[in-house]
């Protein structure tokens, strides 16, 4: 089992930036490929980024490439989102996801996952 904790969500204007952090606790966090994913309000919860259980490969979503970096300091059980150039169309609940080994970037292929954090970009 491996729990997840998501945080830094918040409301920021347009072209600004948020660090998203998701704590994990339980099992080894080291053999656990993460996901980054967000629901807007009325629509399915889509893929944003995953990043490999060692931090050596990393996989985006097209419309957030160049302005997200996913990265993991594994020593701190921690996996991180930073969001830059933030647009009102990146308002949602972000949702970090843990599976065994192999990274995914579709929903049903996670095991774990935390509460979600909400980012509101205002225009």
């Known amino acids: 089992q491996v729990q997840l904790v998501e945080s830094g969500g918040g409301l920021v204007q347009a072209g600004g930036s948020l660090r998203l952090s998701c704590a994990a606790s339980?099992?080894?966090?080291?053999?656990?490929?993460m996901g980054w994913f967000r629901q807007a309000p009325g629509k399915e919860r889509e893929f944003v980024a995953s990043?490999?259980?060692?931090?050596?490969?990393?996989r985006y979503e097209d419309s957030i490439k160049g302005r997200f970096t996913i990265s993991r300091d594994n020593a701190k059980n921690t996996v991180y989102l930073q969001m830059n150039s933030l647009k009102p169309e990146d308002t949602g609940i972000y949702y970090c996801?843990?599976?065994?080994?192999?990274?995914?970037?579709?929903?049903?292929?996670?095991?774990?996952w935390g509460q979600g954090t909400q980012v509101t970009v205002s225009s």
């Open positions: 996801a843990g599976k065994l080994w192999a990274m995914g970037t579709t929903e049903n292929e996670y095991d774990y």
């Open positions: 339980g099992q080894t966090f080291s053999a656990y490929a």
């Open positions: 990043i490999s259980a060692k931090g050596s490969i990393t």
